[in-house]
């Protein structure tokens, strides 16, 4: 594993679309981009943002093989930079009609971060073909040993990511049906 820079932008979006472009189940994902008009276009926006939003507020990391990434933030601070990726966003991805929603759902998540400082395991993803091949494990292992100590936090929200994260152990604190898809919340120390 490697930590990614700036020049690693197009292949992380590129492993983040292809693993999330045929998920279409109720999930995070699917509930931020906007249903009508280009899927393919409002997944990459959202997928650019958070590359983007992880190199100013955390990290990404890239694993050896370059088949799967992993994206952390570590903290959250007002910026006009980030003020304006936000706007991007809203106009590429998430739609003015759906803004509200989405708002509420970031409500949702914020009243179980944990009260404590803690990391915020973002987004992890491996290309589709690779799945399954023990890439992913070890992209979070070698990840959550840069953290050694702190407390990592991830919502995730089908029970086969859940049943991924809690072998790898984490530990679920809450879940929830408040959305119109199950919304579960882990931590690690």
Request: proline fraction near 3%; hydrophobic fraction near 40%; charged fraction near 25%.
């Amino acid at each position: 594993m490697r930590k990614a820079t700036y020049l690693d932008r197009k292949h992380i979006v590129d492993i983040l679309c292809q693993s999330f472009i045929d998920v279409l189940i109720p999930n995070s994902i699917n509930f931020v981009v906007k249903k009508s008009g280009n899927r393919s276009k409002r997944l990459k926006a959202l997928m650019e943002f958070q590359f983007d939003l992880s190199m100013m507020d955390g990290n990404a990391f890239l694993s050896d093989d370059g088949k799967g990434c992993i994206l952390y933030l570590d903290k959250t601070k007002f910026s006009f930079r980030k003020l304006l990726l936000e706007l991007k966003l809203l106009f590429t991805c998430i739609g003015l009609e759906n803004m509200f929603k989405v708002l509420k759902r970031e409500k949702l998540l914020k009243n179980f971060h944990p009260e404590k400082e803690f990391i915020h395991l973002w987004l992890m993803a491996v290309i589709p073909q690779e799945q399954g091949k023990g890439i992913g494990s070890q992209l979070l292992k070698e990840s959550l040993e840069i953290y050694n100590n702190q407390l990592i936090y991830i919502e995730t929200t089908t029970p086969e990511n859940r049943a991924f994260y809690t072998r790898n152990g984490f530990i679920i604190f809450h879940e929830t049906f408040e959305l119109d898809y199950p919304l579960y919340f882990l931590k690690y120390v």
